[in-house]
């Protein structure tokens, strides 16, 4: 495997951390013993954990205003794969890319399926996109996709799916996601009902173009690019669509795509109740973006989703495998640096689930003890896994300290010298 950070650089690194963390590993491991629990066991399930990274993440994103491009971005689907690489190497938490077409799109996947794998990168569920028009295109999405009133638009809309589902393939996925942006901005400018009804015909086109072994999942957004009605605006939405298109046809629950202080947990215990939690996308919001770094405002809610996934872990087993990518927008940071804190700290939230007493939490909600019940679930967000999260890594081969030892490795500037900015190329998404 080709690796892409000095690995005598990331050995090193370790070392000067090593005394220290064993020290916080040793303490936290009497800790754990004195509830029960092994710490051994849950930094094996610490590194069971993968969160797929999202090709265009690895560009500086932007805002409806402007972008700041950043030095040393990824200029093609090969770069993008290139600094995935090093997200995987140092943190060993997200082993596939989830790739946006027509955003990386190629006429040649065996030979990014080999540049992948030369990176130790798989990849996961791809991306449609028709919520822009491309280049050369005959119909323009202006006025929706695979809900618009004409046609020859929709057609359009729906061989666009089917030809990423055709190059998934190719590159080993096994989903295609669908987030469509369309709706309407004015009371009136469509008929609510039947810009639905004609989703679903679209839809059920692509369902029937998936292999046996694919799912579809449907992502439900709030609003933005349609302000006043979008068509897939909610989880009720989203779930009568999956449930009418059949049993490949499941949910996809991106954190940022609900209203403030919208109960996210409760939406993931219903959707997995009925089967049709399919994925998430990860990302923080404070207002209405889906744009801030995963675990950067809400930490709390981020480890009651994990909790109420531990539960269905516990109920459904293997069989319950929900896929997970991180999605959110990179202004002010290195992209590269999001991606791995975000993906720790998506991480950290599935290890400190594992911690909820479920026995007692059980005990405390059969007695209606309310206050017992939350301190239950408080005292296992309130450990600090820290030490479990580095030991997995370094045990892994990566970075005790990711964005420690990424600095010191001085990728970026290296970059900024081996990809001159090109003009017009952006790698910038938002969905
Ligand atoms: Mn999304």
Known sequence: MTTLIDTGLVAEHNAAAEAHLWNDYDALGGMLARRGQDIEQLTALAQTFAVALPSWGVGTGGTRFARFPGGGEPRNVFEKLEDCGVIQQLTRATPTVSLHFPWDATDDPAALREVAGRFGLGFDTVNSNTFQDQQGQAQTYKYGSLTASSAAVRAQAVAH?????????????????????????????????????????????????????????????????????????????????????????????????????????????????????????????????????????????????????????????????????????????????????SAVEVQRAFVQAALVDRAALLHHQQNNDALQSAQTLKHAFRTDVSPILAMARVRAGAAADPVACYRASGYRAGKQEARPAKAGASSSGIV
Request: proline share 4%; with cysteine.
């Open 161 to 341: 799916n089917i030809d990423c589902i055709e190059l998934g393939r190719a590159l080993g996925s096994k989903a295609l996601t669908v987030w469509v942006g369309d709706g309407a901005n004015f009371p009136g400018q469509h008929n609510l009902r039947g810009a639905l009804e004609r989703y679903l015909e679209s839809m059920r086109d692509i369902y029937a173009a998936l292999p046996a072994d694919w799912n579809v999942l449907i992502e439900h957004k709030l609003f933005e690019p349609a302000f006043y009605a979008t068509t897939i605006a909610d989880w009720g939405t989203s779930y009568a669509c999956a449930n009418a298109l059949g049993p490949k046809a499941k949910c996809l629950v991106d954190l940022g795509h609900h209203a403030p202080n919208t109960n996210i947990e409760m939406i993931v215990a219903r959707l997995a109740q009925f089967g049709k939690l399919g994925g998430f996308h990860f990302n923080d919001s404070k207002y209405g973006d889906d744009d801030l770094d995963s675990g950067s405002i809400n930490p709390f809610q981020l480890f009651l989703i994990f909790n109420e996934l531990a539960d269905v872990a516990e109920r459904e087993g293997k069989d319950f495998q929900p896929s997970y990518m991180l999605d959110q927008s990179h202004n002010v940071t290195d992209p590269i640096e999001s991606l791995m804190s």
